[in-house]
């Protein structure tokens, strides 16, 4: 097959050009030549399938390059391949090795082998070999495999589809044994009676052959096996013999095999073994299976249609069964240790056999169970669970304890333990209904009760709130009560007041079966001033606070009015000063000092006014009597006209006596006036 590349270039008549021709073959290069000819050729002596593919050239000139189009080339058919056997003759358990070749063809291919026998179908490998055109593989010669043929033929894949050679030559192998299919044989018979001796015996002939090993079993299980190490070369037929022997029972009927193997060859035989029974299982019959302590109890032990055989008792036990005595029957007082199984076992001619086993309980009977509370106390918090625990000290299980409230059943339940717990979910405030439980087992003395239990139900504290007479504002040294309360909660209830400063402080405590306290405090002051607050619990143990109240301390009546009187007496003064100084101002301002003679008018007026004062028992300051002494003296002056202006002022000094306790405060009380140019 011959792939040509042309190129049409235009050139000068007498212009000599170089061509490079590269021809591809699915995208490898598999041609290149120079030439100053137009085209190139690339000859494939001899066609192939793996010629098969795309080809395109690339022509380059002048530094000019120009690629054809692709050209698919399809080669039909590949080569027969040749099949070679590494033996023709093996034995059984060897293998068979094969080494199949495609001459000229190229990788990747694919190597189908066959393993051809008379009457069966054939077996077949596949191989790939992605980097040569031949595979090796090897056949396990089997038992069975006599005379063996053997082919193979090849395969590419082209364009996603698939092309095969045809059959290579077919080659015979010859298959040998190592040794011939052993023989099992059972003596006396492979039909017995139990309790006589049966022995096997397997066989087998061996030719020139190393580590044979000769096995027998039953059901998985090996019984006895045998390795030949070595046979003599000049041995041509060699027989090996394993034998196995033991008492018959029923438990050896079944089926027995014989294994010969050397390597991987294996070869087998099977015998079916059938011992008759010689005498049945003993049968163990109890007086009774649940007994009182201290009652008697007699087991026998017999064999349906059989009396002779030799007769033991025995209690089953996890470290061995405990012998109790050598004879078919056994009569013994039993008490709560002796709950157990029991077995019996005869013999007769060396087979022993075991009857099922017997349990026997023994009871011993339920003390008076005892009902309490779980958690202690025969109490229970409102809104939360009771637990109770019933429990009989003495007493074999399963024990049926049943829990009553009231009379009304509310559980039951068998236990092998000697206690058993109730929980009571549906607690209410007035539940006064007690709780009892009894017991019972199996024992004939029947039911135990217990002691009613009754429980009190606690109900928490609600509501907690703080009071106190007076509210709000207290007088300073008087009493205050307060008065801490809850709307609801069991007795006693312990009650708590504080208060609140930098710190809480506990000012009173007691425990009380009421729901209200009373605190009295005799004497408040302004340090008892704050917020108070209380709170209350009881066994419920919730502490439950109260709001907050506000107390003021203010002054009592008695401080106020001392504070009032020290208050006027203090304005009293400061007026009286203030008038003092006002009346020394006065007197100073009225000039040179003119002293009155008495006149009879002067007398007759003060004495008229001091007999008024006292008469009408008002108390005049001097001030008053010196403006009325100037209002009058004013009228006088004022009838004497302007010739009192250049007259000479005189002092009058005016003395009064009288009974008046405020005597001391008007005697010596002088009355001056000065002179002033407008005084009159």
């Known amino acids: 097959m011959s792939i040509v590349c042309r190129a049409d270039i235009s050139k000068s008549t007498n212009f000599q050009l170089k061509h490079n021709f590269t021809i591809f073959k699915d995208g490898k290069l598999v041609f290149m030549t120079v030439s100053n000819k137009g085209d190139a050729q690339y000859e494939i002596p001899m066609a192939r399938s793996s010629d098969t593919g795309e080809y395109e050239c690339t022509v380059e000139a002048g530094g000019k390059t120009k690629s054809s189009n692709s050209l698919h080339v399809w080669v039909t058919g590949m080569t027969k391949p040749i099949l070679t056997a590494e033996k023709k003759e093996v034995l059984e358990g060897e293998v068979v090795k094969l080494r199949c070749e ?24 596949l191989v790939f070999e992605p980097y040569r055109n031949f595979s090796v593989v090897e056949f396990s010669v089997e038992e069975g495999d006599n005379i063996l043929q053997f082919d ?12 095969s050679s045809e059959y290579s030559n077919k080659t015979l192998v010859t298959v040998r044994e190592p040794f011939i299919k052993p023989t099992l044989n059972a003596k006396p018979s492979s039909n017995i009676t139990e309790g006589d001796r049966i022995q096997f015996e397997c066989s087998t002939v061996v030719a020139r052959m190393h580590d044979i090993e000769i096995i027998l079993q039953k059901n998985r299980t090996i019984l006895n096996s045998i390795v030949y190490k070595y046979v003599h070369e000049y041995s041509v ?13 029923l438990e050896d009927s079944g089926e027995y095999l014989c294994k010969v193997e050397q390597g991987r060859a294996s070869k087998t035989t099977k015998l079916n073994v059938v011992v008759s029974e010689l005498f049945p299982k003993p049968i163990l019959a109890a007086s009774m299976s649940k007994l009182d302590e201290n009652k008697e109890l007699t087991l026998s032990c017999s064999i349906s249609g059989f009396r002779k055989a030799n007769f033991s008792i025995l209690r089953k036990n996890s470290n061995g069964d405990i012998w109790l005595k050598n004879s078919r029957n056994l009569t013994m007082r039993v008490n709560v240790n002796d709950t157990g199984s029991y077995i019996c076992k005869a013999e007769v001619k060396g087979i022993v056999k075991e009857s099922r086993p017997v349990r026997i309980n023994v009871y011993a009977p ?3 169970p005892t009902l309490s509370v779980v958690s202690g106390l025969p109490e229970v918090v409102l809104g939360k669970p009771l637990r109770l625990i019933c429990r009989s000290v003495m007493g074999t299980p399963p024990i049926t304890f049943t829990f009553y409230k009231g009379n009304n059943e509310v559980k039951k339940v068998v236990i092998n333990d000697t206690y058993a717990t109730f929980l009571d979910e549906n607690i209410r405030p007035n539940d006064k209904r007690g709780y009892k439980c009894d017991a019972r087992n199996n024992h004939s003395s029947g039911m135990k009760t217990s002691n009613i239990l009754n429980v009190t139900v606690i109900v928490p504290i609600r509501n907690a709130s703080l009071g106190s007479i007076p509210y709000g504002e207290v ?11 809850v709307k609801e909660g069991s007795w006693p209830i312990h009650f708590r007041i504080f208060r609140k400063t930098d710190r809480d402080v506990l000012l ?6 009421a729901d209200r306290v009373v605190w009295r405090k005799e004497a408040m002051s302004r340090e008892d001033m704050g917020t108070y607050y209380c709170m209350a619990s009881n066994r419920a143990n919730v502490d439950v606070k109260s709001h907050p109240i506000t107390i003021s301390v203010i002054l009592a009546a008695w401080q106020k009015g001392i504070i009032a009187a020290f208050v006027l007496i203090s304005i009293a003064g400061a007026a009286a000063l203030a008038l003092w100084w006002f009346l020394c101002k006065k007197k100073k301002a009225k000039g040179p000092s ?7 008018l002067a007398t007759n007026l003060t004495s008229e006014k001091l007999t008024r004062q006292h008469n009408d028992g008002d108390y005049y300051t001097g001030s008053s009597y010196i403006e009325d002494s100037e209002n009058h003296m004013k009228s006088t002056d004022e009838s004497n006209g302007p010739d009192l202006e250049s007259a000479e002022v005189e002092y009058t000094e005016v003395e009064v006596s009288t009974l008046d306790p405020h005597r001391d405060s008007v005697e010596n009380r002088h009355s001056r006036i000065q002179g002033h140019p407008d005084a009159t």
């Open 594 to 600: 003119m002293e009155m003679s008495g006149s009879a």
């Open 508 to 513: 009173f405590e007691k425990s009380e079966n």
């Open 102 to 125: 495609l001459p000229e063809e190229v990788p990747p291919l694919y190597f189908l082998f066959r393993k051809i026998k008379m009457n069966s179908t054939p077996k077949e490998k």
């Open 152 to 163: 193979c033929f090849g395969r590419r894949n082209v364009k996603l589809e698939f092309e």
């Open 366 to 368: 339920v003390s008076k």
């Open 237 to 249: 037929r060699d027989e090996k013999l394993l034998k196995y022997s033991a008492v018959a029972t």
């Open 475 to 485: 007088e300073d040294g008087s009493e205050t009560a307060f008065l801490c309360s």
